[in-house]
């Protein structure tokens, strides 16, 4: 899928930073994944830390990197390969880019997690043209594809799901507004409604869907995420038309406890008009790493400048 | 602005029909202005008798009618021309343009009435390639423009923002859902909660304004119709990165009583991001006029065809 080359590819989420290694588009045994944030590391030490690893790696393996793609959660401006704003990171107009270019002395492709994401998702879905993508993890953003282009925005800021505000006064959202999506529907959302709404002890978001029917609490958390989830879908197809919305990221492992309630209330709110079919990722939990991997691949140099990655 | 010929033009809305002349792309003296509903007619009536009129006044002036455009507010597939359904005029699944085309011997071309008008606003915009054009009448729409692209969507039913729901449980919209923007921030919409709020007689929305910081009734009123706006407006931006949402439709009269606290309540919740300019139509209350004119002459005869047209 990716072009040839040796790539150390990124997902960086919230809660975990996933990397691994793909040579010619296939993945190499040897990935690596880290907690974004412990006692002694910032996000961005944990994502040098992950790299140098991979580098490492690739090298123990006779592989020489050719390239680094990675994506990002928050407001990235492709391009210039600046992260403008990732409140779950904590970080804002960070060149990210051209800070792991100096420290690996690789090119770097930088993207919004889930417009890297989508490339792997059209890669497994041929002749997908006009959907849209939604990644919940830890938060949640979305790509937009329409006519088979991944619409980026004026800025390259567009997709950022997570943030329209679904419940006029609702809960309060790190990024300073009220009643955004991700509070209600993320996994860090949902974890912290439980909890809050007097939920026992859950780590995250897929053990108070283990408590669903057993336990009120869950049960309403729940539900609100779903009603959340439905608003948003409502309306990214008015304004859209998509043919698709296909969820991804960690809460999309929920399957069936996520889709039934979500489509039977999304076909309910879109009754004037035909709504779109809600599906599951195709690329999985992993379709973030693949999309960086093809991102990283579409940036990296051309493989007649790189004998050494032995590309044929 | 338009390929030459003599096009009829219709700008459908839910209050009034407004239909003109346009012969090599200027307007020609002779528009003619009906109320879209009334007692002996139907929507569709007064379509028909508002084209017989304008094609009347043409052969008048000695002009050959080339080619019809209309703007309709509703669900739209331009490409079948086919109105799938417009909440405000009743129409469902009419197939307009076959209709129009067998009645009048002419080609038709129907759109969604704000991507008719967003043509208008890219014609008197030149270089405008990111913008969401909302106008707000008795309904509101929305045409999103990415890259010079007018996106129509995976049906052609991009751009329903009226039915976007911005107050989950809020006002009842005939389209079924509850809480959508249409119910609290069209003109329609205003002048209804005004009224059912105890508010004194209004005729619409124009008068509702004209009361503010007099009457609280029609300040709160207002104030929840900005509100709504802001929440639409945020949400859009969000999603999509446009540099400018324009706003259109005999609401945007009101200038500075709506686009200043509009502004402000969009600042202070995309705080997190650079906001869009928030700006006026340029092509004013013209502009779906002159977007249908536009849709026609695209598919209006090539003139060479046409030698009567007179075109050069």
């Known amino acids: 899928m990716a072009r040839p080359g040796v790539v150390l590819a990124l997902d960086i989420g919230g809660t975990t930073i996933k990397g691994s290694i793909f040579a010619d588009g296939r993945e190499v045994a040897g990935g690596h994944t880290a907690p ?28 020489q990197p050719t390239a680094i793609g990675v994506g990002v959660p928050g407001l990235v401006d492709a391009r210039r390969g600046v992260v403008v704003y990732a409140a779950n990171l ?6 990210l880019a051209q800070l792991l270019e ?25 002749g997908a043209g006009d959907f849209v ?57 949902i974890r912290a409604r439980y909890l809050a709404a007097g939920g026992r002890r859950a780590r ?3 053990e108070v869907a283990g408590l669903l029917g057993m336990d009120p609490v869950a049960d309403r958390v729940w539900s609100d995420a779903v009603g959340a989830l439905s608003t948003a879908v409502t309306t990214l197809t008015a304004l859209l038309d998509p043919t698709d919305v296909i969820l991804g990221g960690g809460l999309s492992a929920a399957g069936p406890l996520l889709l039934g309630p979500l489509r039977a209330t999304v076909d309910d709110m879109l009754g004037w008009r035909e709504p779109p079919t809600l599906a599951l990722s195709r690329a ?15 940036s990296g140099n051309p493989p007649e400048l790189n004998p050494s990655t032995g590309a044929q």
């Open 36 to 63: 974004t944030f412990s006692v002694s590391s910032r996000a961005l030490d944990t994502v040098l830390a992950v790299l140098a690893k991979l580098a490492e790696t690739a090298r123990g393996l006779g592989l």
């Open 90 to 95: 904590q970080w804002a107009h960070l060149p």
């Open 102 to 126: 100096t420290r690996f002395a690789l090119p770097v492709s930088i993207d919004h997690d889930a417009r890297a994401a989508a490339r792997a998702e059209m890669a497994l879905r041929s």
């Open 133 to 189: 993508f939604v990644p919940i993890g830890t938060g949640i953003s979305a790509a937009v594809v329409l006519g088979g282009q991944i619409i980026g925005g004026a800025r390259g800021q567009a997709g950022e799901l997570g943030h329209i505000p679904v419940v006029p006064g609702g809960e309060a959202c790190p990024c300073g507004q009220f009643g955004c999506l991700e509070a209600y529907a993320s996994g860090k959302g």
């Open 204 to 206: 995250n978001a897929a």
């Open 284 to 298: 999985g939990p992993r379709a973030g790493l693949l999309g960086a991997a093809l991102l990283g691949a579409a």
